[in-house]
T-cell receptor, first 113, second 114 residues
Framework: AQSVTQLDSHVSVSEGTPVLLRCNYSSSYSPSLFWYVQHPNKGLQLLLKYTSAATLVKGINGFEAEFKKSETSFHLTKPSAHMSDAAEYFCVVSDLWNNDMRFGAGTRLTVKP | DSGVTQTPKHLITATGQRVTLRCSPRSGDLSVYWYQQSLDQGLQFLIQYYNGEERAKGNILERFSAQQFPDLHSELNLSSLELGDSALYFC?????????????FGSGTRLTVV
């Protein structure tokens, strides 16, 4: 069975500085990996997804993530944080064809002015 | 607007009562998933339907049930409500039975049991 671990429950950065949200996964098969963002009192929005194509995945709002099989990681990065990036971020792993999508516990990103 | 519509947005009810949450998936999506999000449990998968049939069950209580109708909308029924059922309930949809393509989430129904 697959699982995902988000290594930081809370990350705080200053506006304009880089963002790094860390995610490690475990999967028996070739995984599909996703990052979702949840703003306060909102639903979850898909930021980006990896499904066995290019290992560097670009998403919306300037975010990107790199799939590293040797490290079983799928860290989310952004070169320069914006105040609007403050939200909860979820890393998700699934097998390509099954119905089991496993969410991480989430990382709360705070952006300081 | 994600294309997944959930109603109502907010619901306040008393313990012991029964409520129904409704979800209309994105146009063309056949799969509907229900999730519960609470502060202590995080995001928990409840149940999935694909084209009217139950496909997968997660941590869904026996007091909870769901169905997907021929027009593909889905309802989640919660009965004998307890204080601990207070949570955000999300519906998500996808175009295929498998999830390799990601979900589209609705904005959720916030249930408060008093």
């Amino acid at each position: 069975a697959q699982s995902v671990t988000q290594l930081d429950s809370h990350v705080s950065v200053s506006e304009g500085t880089p963002v790094l949200l860390r995610c490690n996964y475990s999967s028996s098969y070739s995984p599909s990996l996703f990052w979702y963002v949840q703003h306060p009192n909102k639903g979850l929005q898909l930021l980006l997804k990896y499904t066995s194509a290019a290992t560097l995945v670009k998403g919306i709002n300037g975010f990107e993530a790199e799939f590293k099989k040797s490290e079983t990681s799928f860290h989310l990065t952004k070169p320069s944080a914006h105040m609007s990036d403050a939200a909860e971020y979820f890393c998700v792993v699934s097998d390509l064809w099954n119905n089991d999508m496993r969410f991480g516990a989430g990382t709360r990103l705070t952006v300081k002015p | 607007d994600s294309g997944v519509t959930q109603t109502p947005k907010h619901l306040i009810t008393a313990t012991g009562q029964r409520v129904t949450l409704r979800c209309s998936p994105r146009s063309g999506d056949l799969s509907v998933y229900w999730y519960q999000q609470s502060l202590d449990q995080g995001l928990q998968f409840l149940i999935q339907y694909y084209n009217g049939e139950e496909r997968a069950k997660g941590n869904i209580l026996e007091r909870f049930s769901a169905q997907q109708f021929p027009d593909l909308h889905s309802e989640l029924n919660l009965s004998s409500l307890e204080l601990g059922d207070s949570a955000l309930y999300f519906c998500a949809s996808s175009s295929r039975q498998g999830v390799g393509y990601g979900y589209t989430f609705g904005s959720g129904t916030r249930l408060t049991v008093v």
